[in-house]
């Protein structure tokens, strides 16, 4: 959404009283430029609406009084058919995106670690480097020429989706085989990028194509799979795939129904949950069950690990302990990780500006931006450790030197030895020069206080801190998630070393709580973020303490900005409803927002008259209207889709008189499959529609094909009240109906585009001052106080 063109200079802002407007004061703007754009990916594309109301017509009303009993168990018995398919599927993919990472990035890094054992180091530069920049050249060039809408996390457009917002492409086929291949190549090329993001774009394009119902294109389809050809399921669909993606991403299956649930999900009902519940368990299943197969090596570099990516339940038991007087400390964590969270997603909206300036200028300019990103990343993670001091190999927990006869050290963390003698490691090229997930188990490590210098700890923040900002806008499926975690945890071991003594935490239990932090004061969540935490590190005994620098972290960063996510949906410009109303809704009725010509049918109407409003206007739905002799006087009738009326123009069947249908009329000659919705960014258009000059003399009745109980508001309801409304059913079309009955029955139609901030002050732009006022620290306030509180000392 667009920001108000002033700012209140206040540290506490809230709305001011103002007088009741009157019809001066709503004086509209003449023009409203308001585009219905908005970025899919990497691509600008038209967005439309999803529809998840109930249609009750004749022809519908037919449909399911002739349903028996076998088609409700065969319904019941495909959603949990496909859930369980979603399961299996997410989980295989989930598993081959990390066998392939580990090896490819594995594979890189084994090769330069010999090479620079060999003091060969311009040839494993240049190998290191090479080899980034092929993967990324890879990754971006598929996103860019073969689906645009693979690029990013994807998060974005999944919660647009479930929120109502349909786009072209977003789960087709070719999108979910860009994401794999891409996120594949991109994470492996050692951009500071993450697979968790992709993993739910993943998973939902998986649940998505089996909410398609079939492909009449191919010949796969069959009368059971049309029960899903309706916006309401694949809903559901894509809410359990999307938390099964998480699941595949991070091993956690109540964390991967709690992220649909608080993150992304705009409608939820109980039975979702079970469902989710069960797919998430089936990811589970599954993943363990390859990781078992991966146990006797037969997987190449593949860890052993086992369901939990990140146990520090097993080793140093007794260091997992916190006491009373580490509460404040844990405060301080909170209260930092929002400020750095907040000042991320700050910089990120700006990186993310100027890169869409770039990406606009075609693919070439794509493929430039990545490349200078991966030999910027290459330099900086090849470059920094020279700078790093070589440590000699920690001992174990008998205290005996772990270094084998070739010099490296044991595993106990992966070490690297880069450019150090034998028997000592680079604290710095061991985070640089590993994959994200080993490094972040290496920060986890508990009892490894002295295996990181300080100076390392505070290079490896701020390079993280930056590549994280400067990665996430490349054309390339890429997440948030695992480099927010790993910034993070960075972040708290360098807080415990600076404590120093002050602080009886161990530095593994303190990077754990700076993820947390850090994950908080960017992607505001808590309650998801805090069980996927456990359930990585398979450790109850952190719970007291994630949640409360969750609680904190979330609390502090709401004060400067909204989560990265909503940032990213508003830069991209993706309507996404918010669930409370702005004030400056209460101030304006339906009627103030409503905008013209209103197009309309007749009950009975020619066929010409339908044709020529079809391909002049850009309208999914019109208002039905019966007037003499069809009623005494003009009443409204309902409300009829615009992919009906070319389902019935199609199907030619016309009649020369215009006067209603018998009751009996569309038995034989109409289906319910017949106006089934299309998949996801498939529909038909006017221009396929072939008539002669004969039929556009003729009439259509429309009555039959008109959904008779439309939702409708009247006139003066507060545009919030119609909001709350909208979004809580879940409508495409809310019909304003006029307070006398002296009008005509229909006074407007309100869409998602008029419940808009962009449309509604483009209407009235006096309300600019009376927008949302969240409290929020402002630039212009920190100043004012910081002045009031030195000239207070002064004194």
């Given amino acids: 959404m667009a920001s108000t063109a002033a700012r209140e200079d206040l540290l506490m802002e809230e709305e001011e009283p103002r007088p009741p407007l009157t019809r001066a004061l709503l004086h509209r703007s003449a023009t409203n430029n308001t585009s219905q754009v908005a ?42 058919t496909f859930c369980f398919a979603i399961g299996v599927i ?48 890879l990754a971006s060039s598929i996103t860019a020429f073969v689906s645009p809408a693979a690029g990013g996390s994807g998060i974005p457009e999944v919660k647009a989706y479930l929120n109502g917002v349909d786009a072209p492409n977003v789960f087709s086929l070719r999108t979910l085989a860009v994401k794999v291949i891409g996120n594949i190549a991109a994470v492996s090329s050692s ?37 899903f050809k309706n916006d309401r399921d694949r809903r559901d669909l894509v809410t359990i795939g999307a ?19 608080e993150s992304l999900s705009s409608w939820w009902r109980s039975a979702l949950i079970w469902r989710s519940f069960f797919t998430t368990a089936v990811v589970a299943v599954v993943l363990r069950l390859f990781i078992e197969l991966c146990g006797s090596g037969k997987c190449g570099l593949f860890g052993k690990g086992g369901l939990i990516m990140y146990d520090v339940s097993t080793i140093f038991d007794d260091l997992m302990t916190y006491h009373l007087k580490d509460i404040p ?10 400020v750095l969270g907040s000042l991320y997603n700050l910089l990120m909206v700006k990186v993310l500006r100027v890169y869409n300036m770039i990406n606009e200028r075609g693919g070439a300019h794509k493929l430039l931006l990545a490349a200078a990103v991966s030999i910027l990343t290459s330099c900086c993670l090849f470059g920094l450790p020279w700078f790093a001091p070589c440590r000699p190999c920690p001992t174990t927990g008998g205290g005996t030197p772990p270094s084998p006869p070739n010099g490296t050290c044991h595993s106990l963390n992966r070490f690297r030895r880069f450019h150090c003698p034998a028997g000592h490691y680079n604290d710095l090229a061991s985070l640089f020069l590993n994959i994200n997930d080993d490094a972040i188990r290496n920060l986890y490590s508990t009892g490894s206080n002295d295996v990181y210098h300080p100076g390392s700890m505070l290079a ?18 890429s997440g948030l998630f695992v480099p927010i975690i790993l910034t993070g945890a960075t972040y708290g071991r360098l807080v415990a070393m600076l404590l120093g003594g002050h602080s009886g935490l161990d530095h593994g239990l303190v990077a754990i709580l700076g993820s947390a932090s ?34 904190i972290s979330k609390t502090v960063a709401d004060s400067f900005n909204s989560s990265i996510y909503d940032l990213i949906l508003q830069l991209k410009g993706l309507p996404h409803l918010d669930a409370h109303a702005e004030p400056y809704m209460r101030q304006l009725t339906v009627g103030d927002v409503v905008t013209g010509p209103l197009r309309g049918f007749n009950g009975v109407e020619k066929v010409g008259s339908i044709v020529h409003t079809l391909r002049t206007t850009g309208h999914h739905a019109f208002p039905v209207v019966d ?11 309902g409300l009829v889709l615009r992919a009906h009326l070319l389902v019935l123009l199609k199907k030619h069947e016309f009649q020369l008189t215009q006067e209603r249908c018998p009751k009996d009329y569309t038995a034989g000659r109409f289906e319910a499959e017949d106006f089934d919705k299309r998949g996801s960014g498939k529909h038909d258009t006017i221009a396929d529609v072939l008539l002669s000059p004969e039929e556009m003399e003729m009439y259509v009745d429309l009555h039959p094909f008109t959904n008779t109980s439309p939702y409708t508001v009247v006139e003066t309801m507060s545009l919030a009240k119609a909001l709350v409304l909208f979004r809580e059913v879940g409508l495409r079309h809310l019909l304003v109906v006029p307070k006398s009955c002296d009008r005509s029955p229909v006074v407007g139609i309100l869409t998602r585009h008029d419940f808009m901030p962009e449309h509604i002050l483009g209407l009235h732009p006096v309300l600019l001052g009376s927008r949302w006022k969240r409290l929020r620290w402002q630039k212009g306030a920190v100043a004012k106080y910081f002045r009031s509180l030195l000239q207070w000392l002064a004194s």
């Fill in 39 to 80: 970025m899919v990916g990497s691509n600008p594309c038209p967005i439309e609406s999803l529809d998840y109301e109930m249609i009750e017509n004749d022809l519908f009303d037919q449909n399911w009084r002739s349903r028996g009993k076998a088609d409700q168990v065969r319904y019941v018995v495909l959603k949990w």
């Fill in 90 to 137: 997410t989980g295989i993919v989930g598993f081959v995106i990390n066998l392939a990472v580990e090896n490819v990035a594995g594979l890189k890094h084994t090769a330069v670690s010999a090479l620079m054992e060999s003091s060969s180091y311009w040839t494993a530069f240049w190998l290191f480097a090479g080899s980034n920049l092929a993967l990324l050249m």
């Fill in 191 to 227: 951009l500071h990028v993450g697979k968790a993001g992709p993993m739910v774009h993943t998973g939902a394009c998986i649940a998505a194509i089996f909410g398609q119902g079939g492909s009449r294109k191919y010949g796969l389809t069959c009368r059971w799979l049309r029960y």
């Fill in 243 to 261: 938390g099964a993606g998480v699941t595949a991403a991070f091993r956690a299956p109540v964390g991967g129904v709690l992220f649909a649930l």
């Fill in 329 to 338: 400390i844990v405060v301080l964590i909170g209260v930092i990780g929002a």
């Fill in 460 to 477: 490896f923040f701020v390079a993280s801190y930056a590549l994280g900002v400067l990665s996430y806008g490349v054309v390339a499926p």
């Fill in 518 to 551: 850090f994950l908080g004061g960017t992607l505001r969540m808590t309650v998801s973020v805090c069980v996927i935490i456990l359930e990585l590190t398979n450790n109850l005994l952190l719970l007291p303490l994630v949640m409360l620098v969750l609680l």
């Fill in 627 to 637: 007037e003499p002799p069809f009623s005494p006087a003009p009443v409204l009738y």
